[in-house]
């Protein structure tokens, strides 16, 4: 169950991706939850999953000292 709604929140959020959704360049500086991260970003820690889904973040409660890709907004 479980399984098949993160296939369909992927598939959904490649699709949404393709329609041209403008990405930046974010380089966190240090490894943080990305409940956090997307709350300090947007203001709405509801855009967790389009972080965690257009980085290959592994688990959400780490994401990595990186460089991201992040919708602008």
Do not use: C, K, W
Not at 15 to 31: E, I, K
Request: net charge positive.
């Amino acid at each position: 169950m479980i399984a098949q709604a993160r296939v369909a929140a992927t598939r959904h959020l490649t699709a949404v991706a393709r329609q041209g959704d403008v990405l930046t360049r974010y380089s966190n500086p240090a490894p943080i939850p990305a409940l956090v991260l997307a709350y300090r970003r947007y203001g709405d820690a509801a855009r967790v999953g389009d972080i965690v889904a257009r980085n290959g973040v592994r688990h959400p409660g780490f994401v990595p000292a990186a460089e991201l890709l992040l919708p602008r907004g």
